[in-house]
Nanobody, 126 residues
Framework: VQLQAYGGGLVQAGGSLRLSCAAS????????VGWFRQTPGKDREFVAA????????YYADSVKGRFTISRDNAKNTVHLQMNSLKPEDTAVYYC????????????????????WGQGTQVTVSS
């Protein structure tokens, strides 16, 4: 599976952005997909994840109620709608794909993910 993240940009605090992760390869619906973010000097941080069918979603506490993850398996795409953005959301955002998981902790674990896309920069100005 090859992944490509796009949709980042510069936005003012309180604004919105929609990130997308386009996947190539077969059986995309069998892969869970997660979004992570990273700032310089810090570890990659879990943001949100979705199961292969789209029936289960996971969110970091810091983005609950503001971000929504969704997927369209017919188009091999996963989206991350980000609303009410804050300056602390500024980071490079990555999408990644993995096999199935059964717990939130597993979905949040970067080591569970086998495929990674390149990052897309999100900058939120105050």
């Amino acid at each position: 599976v090859q992944l490509q993240a796009y949709g980042g940009g510069l936005v003012q605090a309180g604004g919105s952005l929609r990130l997308s992760c386009a996947a190539s390869g077969r059986r995309f619906g069998s892969y869970g997909v997660g979004w992570f973010r990273q700032t310089p000097g810090k570890d990659r941080e879990f943001v949100a994840a979705i199961s292969g069918s789209g029936s289960t979603t996971y969110y970091a506490d810091s983005v609950k109620g503001r971000f929504t993850i969704s997927r369209d398996n017919a188009k091999n795409t996963v989206h991350l709608q980000m609303n009410s953005l804050k300056p602390e959301d500024t980071a490079v955002y990555y999408c990644a794909a993995r096999g199935s998981v059964t717990t939130t902790a597993q979905a949040m674990n970067t080591r569970r993910y086998d495929y990674w896309g390149q990052g897309t920069q999100v900058t939120v100005s105050s």
